[in-house]
């Protein structure tokens, strides 16, 4: 199983970036596919979450109304839309993989992870 994060730049504050993660090795239609950050000194924290089955999602408070986690099966890829962009947004995004819905939040629950993708941005 690999995961391909992707998408990262410098971006200004209040500008738009789309991140993508392309799973391989596997078929992830059943899965649930999240992303997480890790700003420098921090810990890594849960972002949004997508299921593979019926497509729910599931957002941070801190990124809700900003960000949008879509599902592209054909592609076997998971986007991350993210607008409006602030300066504490900036973070290495990671992507990550689990077999259930059951609680999306927290790190412990992901049996893969993407090698993260560098998002700045500056005021």
């Known amino acids: 199983v690999q995961l391909q994060a992707s998408g990262g730049g410098l971006v200004q504050a209040g500008g738009s970036l789309r991140l993508s993660c392309a799973a391989s090795?596997?078929?992830?239609?059943?899965?649930?596919m999240g992303w997480f950050r890790q700003a420098p000194g921090k810990e890594r924290e849960f972002v949004a979450a997508?299921?593979?089955?019926?497509?729910?999602?599931y957002y941070a408070d801190s990124v809700k109304g900003r960000f949008t986690i879509s599902w592209d099966n054909s592609k076997n890829t998971v986007y991350l839309q993210m607008n409006s962009l602030k300066p504490e947004d900036t973070a290495v995004y990671y992507c990550?993989?689990?077999?259930?819905?059951?609680?999306?939040?927290?790190?412990?629950?992901?049996?893969?992870w993407g090698q993260g993708t560098l998002v700045t941005v500056s005021s």
């Open positions: 990550a993989t689990k077999p259930s819905w059951r609680r999306v939040a927290p790190t412990s629950e992901y049996n893969y």
């Open positions: 997508i299921s593979g089955t019926d497509y729910s999602t």
């Open positions: 090795g596997r078929t992830f239609s059943t899965y649930v």
